[in-house]
């Protein structure tokens, strides 16, 4: 049996959480693998609706085991205020939700110094969501972090040393730390809360349920285009939100990856700093963000539009080895009476189709226009009622992407979802 791996193509919000809920009956083990608290994953269903940030999409279908892998980052305090929140609802998640002793563990002082620094950036500030993910897992690799693990053992002389050395540092800054007693209570309530759940030796766990033939999905956070590596740095996240980080973020091994469903919208997003080529600056672009509701669901910001990009999505599936797409969000194309399509950039006068090591102001995209399918699409149950510019739409990207559109989502409720032949 193989690890199905869900990621998202984009520059994150693609619509993984409600994709991986509508997924979840197919799995018996549902398991996120990278990113923390800075995802924010929205599901709606019976009327309700639901963002989840570091607990995996698959909770609300059936009693089916969840996993927050060795490569994720945890915040208790805002673990707990999720949990609380779930519960509250209806939902209690202590048997089945499984968090990795060597998942890292974010600190109220990582929050401070992610303020700092993006504060000492200036104008180049990357936007971050101010969760404290890129001074942990700075921490990480630099081999100072502290693990979900060493809870369980002299926690408090390792908290003290690490939470030393981070106030040296915002000393040096002269960063105001007069928030840090709140927080730190607010982490040490939220600590005990994460004690309740059970922490495992997840690589082991999910490499037994490969051997025992469970059919298991790894759920990755942000998107391609925000990948430590493969992205558009430096205005990424800390973490390697493609295929392979799902090898690294729970511990198996490459072959044993299956399917890769990579998740694009119809058109395009992006929340914070950074390159986006296919930008709208117009009203087209704020009537995507009012009709789309592009708002983010972590931070509330305005997420900026444009339109699809298939030079960064072309990257992302070849990067990811995509073996199936699902595309989100076309139904906020319905009323468009043109819709572009950004096949090429351009750059000093000569086209190009593989995305380049920057993206500068003189890159500009190069666009192929349809006709917009003007039908309210969002209460469709079968492929055979799509408009055929709708369809025209769909076989352009398929032959551009040489991949099969396997899913379409008309709408954000679960049962707004095409599953294709
Ligand atoms: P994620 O981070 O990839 O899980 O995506 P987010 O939840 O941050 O953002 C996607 C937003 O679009 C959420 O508000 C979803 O409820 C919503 N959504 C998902 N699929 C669709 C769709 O097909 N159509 C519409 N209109 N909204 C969708
Ligand atoms: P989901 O999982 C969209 C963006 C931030 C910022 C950059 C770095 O909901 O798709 P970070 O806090 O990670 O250090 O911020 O990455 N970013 C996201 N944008 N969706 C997300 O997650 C994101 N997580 C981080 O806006 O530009
Ligand atoms: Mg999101």
């Known amino acids: ?50 963002v989840l940030r570091s607990v995996p999409s698959g909770i609300f279908q059936g009693a089916k085991i969840n996993v927050i892998g060795n490569g994720v ?18 939902h209690q998640l202590t048997k089945r939700l499984l968090i990795s002793k060597k998942a890292h563990l974010i600190l109220p002082t990582h929050r401070l110094l992610d303020a700092c620094f993006e504060e000492s950036k200036g104008d180049s500030k990357i936007g971050t969501t101010g969760k404290g993910i890129g001074p942990t897992y700075t921490d990480k690799v630099g081999r100072n972090g502290l693990r979900v ?21 915002l000393a040096q800054y002269g960063f105001d730390t007069s928030a840090l007693p709140q927080l730190e209570k607010e982490w040490f309530e939220g600590l005990a809360k994460l004690r309740e759940f059970t922490f495992i030796d997840s690589e082991h766990y999910i490499n037994k349920a490969i051997k025992e033939g469970k059919k298991i999905l790894a759920e990755g956070a942000q998107g391609t285009m925000l990948d430590i590596d493969f992205g558009s740095y430096p205005f990424v996240t800390s973490s390697n939100t ?119 102001d003189d890159v500009k995209s190069v666009f192929v226009e349809m006709a917009g399918w003007k039908t309210d699409m969002t209460k469709m149950q079968k492929e055979s009622e799509f408009p055929k510019a709708f369809s025209d739409y769909v076989a352009f990207l398929e032959k551009e992407l040489n991949v099969p559109i396997r899913v379409i989502s008309l709408g954000p409720d679960r049962e707004q979802t095409i599953i294709r032949k």
């Open 1 to 50: 049996m193989k690890v199905d791996v869900l990621l998202g193509l984009q520059w994150g919000d693609e619509g993984k959480g409600k994709i991986v809920d509508v997924l979840t009956p197919e799995y018996e083990i549902i398991a996120r693998f990278q990113g923390g608290p800075n995802a924010g994953h929205t599901l709606e269903f019976e009327g309700k609706k639901y």
């Open 73 to 90: 980052v945890i915040d208790p305090a805002l673990f707990k205020s999720e949990i609380e929140s779930l519960e509250s609802s209806g």
């Open 149 to 169: 693990g060493d809870v369980l053992h002299n926690f408090e002389e390792k908290y003290n040393a690490a939470k030393t050395k981070h106030l040296k540092t």
């Open 242 to 360: 493609i295929t392979a980080g799902s090898s690294i973020g729970l511990g198996i091994a490459p072959q044993a990856i299956g399917e890769v469903y990579g998740i694009f919208k119809a058109y395009c997003t992006r929340v914070g700093s950074g390159p986006f080529p296919t930008e709208l600056f117009d009203e087209t672009g704020d009537e995507l963000r009012k009709l789309g509701f592009e708002f983010g669901s972590v931070t509330g910001r305005p997420r900026r539009c444009g339109w699809i990009d298939l030079v960064a999505l072309r990257y992302a599936i070849m990067i990811d080895g995509v073996t199936q797409l699902i595309m989100t969000k076309s139904d906020v194309l319905d009323t468009f009476d043109t819709i572009k399509v950004c096949v090429a950039y351009e750059i000093e006068g000569q086209q190009i189709a593989d995305f380049p090591f920057e993206i500068g």
